[in-house]
T-cell receptor, first 111, second 113 residues
């Protein structure tokens, strides 16, 4: 069945780049999303990429998609302490609005 | 802009009690869904709905019921709460067509004693 995998933790120093990785199994995925969850809050959409794209850049965020390997990554340039949060990768297949989420990667940014 | 509104924000129940978690959206979204979030397991889909009168099971439906009598509301019912249902519950909604990212509520933190 459909599955999305992420590593659970990532620690970086302020000012460095962060790269959060995600793998998925559903080859029919149409859109792939990155959500951010701050402590005690809901999920906030950060960015998304359509499955026929290789890369998308949005200010400090760069999303790379390797469709052959079913690998998605989120790069955050110049990581700040305010970027500390849990980041979820999610895929959407061709079954309407249904999303499958990864376990979430907890990003810790040290000053 | 209200978006997706969940009530209550916090709730403590005893084993065997029943309760309903409320979710309402004012964006005329066709798709609504309920997730539970547990440490290290991400968000798991409980039930979802693609329109009024239509519901379907997600990944972890056991112990939960839903109904969708209107486009706006999608309540989640626990008929007989169990400690394993202690979790944070999120409601989300979106349009169905095209790239329509899901909008999430702020969550309901539920503890079953």
């Amino acid at each position: 069945g459909e599955d999305v995998e992420q590593s659970l933790f990532l620690s970086v120093r302020e000012g460095d780049s962060s790269v959060i990785n995600c793998t998925y199994t559903d080859s029919s995925s149409t859109y792939l999303y990155w959500y951010k969850q701050e402590p005690g809050a809901g999920l906030q959409l950060l960015t998304y990429i359509f499955s026929n794209m290789d890369m998308k850049q949005d200010q400090r965020l760069t999303v790379l998609l390797n469709k052959k390997d079913k690998h998605l990554s989120l790069r955050i340039a110049d990581t700040q302490t305010g970027d500390s949060a849990i980041y979820f990768c999610a895929e959407r297949g061709n079954q309407g609005g249904k999303l499958i989420f990864g376990q979430g990667t907890e990003l810790s940014v040290k000053p | 802009n209200a978006g997706v509104t969940q009530t209550p924000k916090f709730q403590v129940l005893k084993t065997g009690q029943s309760m309903t978690l409320q979710c309402a959206q004012d964006m005329n979204h066709e798709y609504m869904s309920w997730y539970r979030q547990d440490p290290g397991m991400g968000l798991r889909l409980i039930h979802y709905s693609v329109g009024a009168g239509i519901t379907d099971q997600g990944e972890v439906p056991n112990g939960y019921n839903v109904s969708r009598s209107t486009t706006e509301d999608f309540p989640l019912r626990l008929l007989s709460a169990a400690p394993s249902q202690t979790s944070v519950y999120f409601c989300a909604s979106s349009h169905l067509k095209g790239n329509q990212p899901q909008h999430f509520g702020d969550g309901t933190r539920l503890s079953i004693l």
